[in-house]
């Protein structure tokens, strides 16, 4: 795969290597169970196009019911699709199983947001850092135990610990497992499942810190889903806004900041309190009305448009379901009739 | 000339276990003037919701509040008999809890459950308090409030429970409401909402609010004064403007720092406080910090700090004070020290190669 | 003056060592003293069982050391005889010594109860496992299955049995153990169901394990506090069945004397000596209460959430 130059834009610096990872038309419905539902479904991803280039950050940002923690596992392989295709390097994953499945999680490698469940509470640190090295054949008995150590000390732990376990340690140092975890077979794509929310505040700026170290140092390529748009901002190159099942804006970290094409981006950017009391006093709140609708039965025509300050109801924003386009600066798009008005 | 409402003076709360005396709340002196909203801010362990819990005498076992005194317009709280303290819990004072699902009676209709906590204050006859919970719902925005009285807290939202929960805590028009962590549990966007109703409400009915968050942000966005705390202690206070301008503990200035804030242009590298919150069963000796601070001294490791005045109304428990601190050392408190070392060794497995998962050595 | 400490990535090196799990669990146990009471009753019996059948002469180990006498020898002169120094519990209708066929009889029941579990665990288990762990159809047919069996009057299944093969041993042991695994069955699929979802679970299948491994290293041992106190509670209730069962006549047959098979015996005789039916009564009551103390023991102590 040849590697292009990359183009350099004024506000952002957007790299175009090649996409290591294209989401292609994912949906992931589930049906819901009991009598009388008849075909309800939940429809947690509706219809998802995404690419990730090698190298970068993307950050995927929504509130609860946006589907972001389900495309994540559809990314990752641990839920089958109900409809879609999701090429990871060259190799749509969908259609792998058993073995051949396995095989492409050497290259893929997830941190999840429960440090206090994340690990097995019957293992010893060092089984549980072996494991994934036993699994893929990774050097002999004594390169693994070695190794073992290394991992442990590159996220900031005693490499004495791995006849630990998972209990003995705050939840902070059970993350740093996490991420010595997917390490050890030297993946080139991490997926990070709202890898800080359930952390202290100065335990998760360590790990933010350690997240974007490793990724220099290690040359990694991520996606990091929360529904902190601070934290996402601060860790991304690029952003890509969820809501409702669908993605409906993507743009560089500064883009998306400084001109929103979106009306729920606006929204959500500006309902988010900053640490500096004189712009909080100044500050207009962008309050939206309503509640997120559930995933089972989605809004007609643009989802958003029951709870949008531009809407033109009724009128094609009730009608017609937007479709990802090309608005405000290179390389940003939005899913909005009326994308830049808000 | 500002009433004070709430005193509370040297305050210890403890907790006597199997394994040793925990002293959550280690001397902490604060107050609430009538209409201010103050905020409690501090992590997981420093004893912000213990204080308030000790302010409602609500300090579960083996806690016991030991020492301090807690004056609630002049009355002494600690001293109240069982009586008194009913009548002061939910009427003088009310509280709002984190998580509203927990806090709401699933069983039970959301309309009942708040005029439950009318009558039992004997303020409001069962005919008058059916009533107000329309007006009360109304009142936090609850939309087609009147249906909604009969609806069971499942059928509420997130945002929705949580504003029921500050109507149940305004319905008998408290003088000070203590919401611990109201927003932690939202959405960003309902969070903005309820951020809104709590200005609104501090506009319209002038109740004194007293916020325990670790969310420096919620604080700028409502609270006039600030007070940090940290193992049970006030290491620093003040008025809001000036302990975001310049704070001068380096727990808080860490704090501060360490924050992601959504309006960054640079990836600024985050300020991280090193090592673990101290364990309260085995303080450290001499400044309760100075295992984590990026700037300690000799001095820090042997003797304890006393609050001190280090600006109009501020105050910090500090021998150094960020003032003191040199540029260098700030930009060497944000260093990585990630171990190269480790990473050297750990890049020599090749990552794998395109369509192969079984490269052994 | 300040000193420029790095935020080292490097911040733990002192983590101070806690309990492991097991040593935890052990703890607690202890700290219950109708547990440590019932563990204690427990060990005596299993010595008793064990001197009671070894060496393998009538009488065993208390016979040569002239504790007891023989559980076989009868006797038409010294029937029904009260307790006395040389019979301790007295004798029943054919003059053997009540004593020595107590303790005899507690070999039985410990070994029907406490290995019949393994039959329990094997059929129940596997039932269970491969219920949670594939779900789907797999999980719907075998559910139904279990519903099945669970609805199937025992007693049934165990006549058809006995009739087939005989009472005896292993036709009781047998019998016993494929109608009482429904409930193992349940609780292992539960647990299964619920460990599933967890993170640690998928953090497995992300770093490659197979699904035996996943089932072996991981479902497997977190599942095996609830199935440890499922089966301690069944020991109980198997002596219980066997004694049921002798007694009515289709389980151990005399001369072997099982609990159930003497109070069976001294039935015919209650209104004479009531003693003979007493004696093992109690003896039964004993050993289940004893067991389940121990299960309620467990229970706690292994129960997660009670951890500090």
Same mark, same amino acid.
Request: include cysteine; glycine fraction near 8%.
């Given at each position: ?174 993350? *740093?497992?996490? @991420? +010595? &975890?997917?390490?050890? %077979? ?7 499942? #709202?890898?800080?929310? =359930? ?107 029951? *709870?949008?300050? @531009? +809407? &033109?109801?009724?009128? %094609? ?7 990802? #386009?090309?608005?405000? =600066? ?13 | ?361 | ?308």
């Amino acid at each position: 795969m040849a590697v292009q130059a990359a183009e350099r834009q004024p506000a952002t610096a957007v790299r175009t290597d090649p996409v290591l990872l294209r989401v292609q038309g994912a949906y992931k419905h589930f049906p819901v169970v009991g009598f009388g539902s008849g075909g309800l479904a939940v429809r947690a991803v509706d219809g998802v196009d995404l690419e990730i280039r090698r190298g970068e950050a993307l950050g995927l940002v929504g509130e609860s019911g946006c589907g972001k923690s389900t495309l994540a596992r559809l990314i990752t392989a641990l839920l089958p699709v109900t409809r879609g295709n999701i090429i990871f390097d060259g190799q749509d994953i969908t259609k792998l199983r058993g073995t051949k499945l396995r095989r492409v999680r050497r290259k893929m490698q997830m941190i999840f947001q429960d440090p206090f469940a994340s690990l097995d509470p019957r293992m010893t640190v060092g089984d549980i850092l072996m494991e994934p090295l036993q699994n893929f054949h990774i050097g002999n008995g004594r390169e693994r135990t070695r190794r073992v150590q290394e991992l442990l000390r590159l996220v900031g732990l005693n490499p004495n610990f791995n006849n630990r376990y998972p209990h003995e340690f705050s939840g902070g140092q059970r993350q *740093r497992i996490g @991420i +010595a &975890r997917a390490l050890a %077979v030297n993946p080139s794509f991490i997926v990070c499942d #709202e890898a800080v929310s =359930a952390l202290d505040v100065s335990i998760a700026a360590q790990i933010i810190n350690l997240l974007q170290d490793l990724q220099r140092e290690f040359q990694l390529t991520y996606l990091f889903i929360a529904h902190d748009l601070a934290v996402v901002r601060h860790l991304s190159d690029r952003i890509a806004v969820m809501y409702l099942g669908k993605v409906v804006e993507t743009a560089g970290r500064n883009d998306i900041y400084d001109r929103p094409q979106h009306p729920y981006t606006k929204a959500l950017l500006s309902s988010i309190p900053v640490p500096d009391p004189a712009i909080e006093r100044e500050r207009a709140l962008i309050s939206l009305k309503g509640e997120i609708p559930s995933p089972v039965n989605p809004p007609s025509g643009c989802r958003f448009h029951p *709870r949008c300050p @531009i +809407a &033109r109801v009724p009128g %094609v924003c009730s009608e017609v379901e937007p479709q990802l #386009e090309p608005h405000g =600066a290179v390389d940003q798009v939005a899913a909005c009739h009326f994308a830049g008005e808000a | 000339m500002a009433q004070t409402l709430l005193q509370v003076e040297d305050l210890h709360t403890q907790f006597f276990t199997s394994r040793g005396v925990v002293r959550a709340v280690d001397g902490v002196t604060l107050h609430v003037d009538a209409g201010e909203t103050l905020g409690v801010v501090g992590e997981s362990g420093c004893g912000k919701t213990m204080t308030a819990l000790s302010i409602l005498r609500l300090v579960p076992d083996p806690g016991k509040i030991t020492s301090g005194r807690i004056l609630f317009r002049g009355r002494d709280v600690t001293k109240m008999d069982d009586e008194e303290i009913r009548e002061f819990r939910g009427n003088d004072v009310a509280m709002i809890f984190q998580d509203p699902m927990t806090s709401l009676n699933p069983v039970t209709k959301v309309g009942f459950q708040i005029e439950e906590a009318m009558t039992a204050h004997d303020r409001f006859t069962e005919k008058l308090a059916k009533g107000r919970v329309v007006e009360l719902l109304k009142r936090v925005r609850v939309p087609a409030a009147e249906t909604r009285v009969k609806d069971y807290p499942h059928q509420f939202s997130g945002g929705m429970r949580q504003r029921a929960m500050i109507a149940m805590g305004l319905s008998n028009e408290p003088a000070l409401l203590i919401a611990d962590e109201p927003t932690t549990a939202l959405d960003v966007t309902v969070q903005a909402q309820i951020i809104q109703l709590m200005k609104q409400l501090n506009r319209e009915l002038g109740t004194a609010m007293m916020l325990i968050t670790h969310n420096m942000a919620l604080v700028a966005s409502l609270c006039q004064r600030v007070v940090v705390m940290y193992a049970g202690r006030i290491v620093e206070e003040g008025p809001v403007e000036q302990i975001f301008k310049s704070p001068q503990h380096p727990y808080t200035w860490s704090l501060l720092r360490s924050v992601p804030r959504v309006d960054e242009a640079r990836k600024d590298r985050l300020v991280s406080i090193k090592g673990l919150p101290p364990d309260l069963l085995n303080p450290p000796p001499g400044c309760k910090f100075h295992p984590r601070c990026p700037f300690v001294i000799d001095r820090c490791k042997v003797e304890e700090p006393e609050l001190e005045e280090v600006g109009l109304n501020q105050t910090a428990r500090c021998w150094v004070l960020m003032r003191n601190v040199k540029e260098e050392d700030i930009d060497a408190a944000k260093q990585s020290a990630l171990s190269r070392d480790a990473a050297q060794k750990l890049k020599a497995v090749p990552p794998a190669e395109v369509g192969d998962g079984s490269a052994g050595r | 003056m300040a000193s420029a400490v790095g935020v080292a990535a490097q911040v733990d090196w002192d983590v101070p060592e806690q309990t492991g799990l097991w040593q935890d669990a052990w703890v607690r146990f202890r700290r219950n003293k109708l547990a440590v009471a019932g563990l204690t009753l427990v060990v005596a019996l299993v010595i008793i069982a064990l001197g009671a059948r070894l060496p393998a002469t009538p009488g065993g180990l208390w016979k040569i050391l002239h504790l007891t006498g023989d559980p076989f020898q009868q006797n038409v002169i010294n029937t029904l005889a009260a307790p006395t120094f040389q019979h301790p519990m007295g004798t029943d209708i054919l003059g053997r010594d009540v004593l020595a066929r107590v303790l005899y009889g507690s070999s039985i029941s410990l070994s029907i109860g406490i290995i019949v579990q393994f039959l329990i665990l094997t059929i129940g288990g596997s039932v269970g496992m491969a219920a949670g762990y594939f779900g789907g159809r797999m999980d719907n047919l075998l559910m139904r299955f279990t519903d099945i069996m669970y609805a199937f009057p025992d007693l049934l299944l165990v006549l058809v049995f006995v009739a087939a093969f005989g009472p005896s041993f292993w036709s009781i042991f047998i019998a016993i153990g494929i109608t009482n695994w429904v409930g193992l069955a349940r609780l292992v699929r539960g647990q299964v169901l619920s460990i599933k979802e967890k993170e640690y679970v998928e953090a497995a299948i992300m770093t490659g394990s197979s699904p035996i491994k996943l089932i072996l290293k991981h479902l497997l041992p977190n599942s095996l506090g609830p199935v440890i106190v499922s089966l301690t509670f069944g020991i109980p209730a198997a002596i219980f069945t066997e004694a049921a069962l002798s007694f009515l006549g289709i389980g151990i047959r005399p001369p072997e004397p099982s609990w159930g098979v003497m109070i069976e015996d001294g039935y015919a005789a209650i209104f004479a000596d009531p003693s003979l039916v007493i004696f093992p009564g109690i003896a039964v009551a004993l050993t289940m209460l004893s067991f389940t103390f121990i299960g309620d023991g467990l229970r706690d102590a292994l129960d997660p959430r009670m951890r500090r």
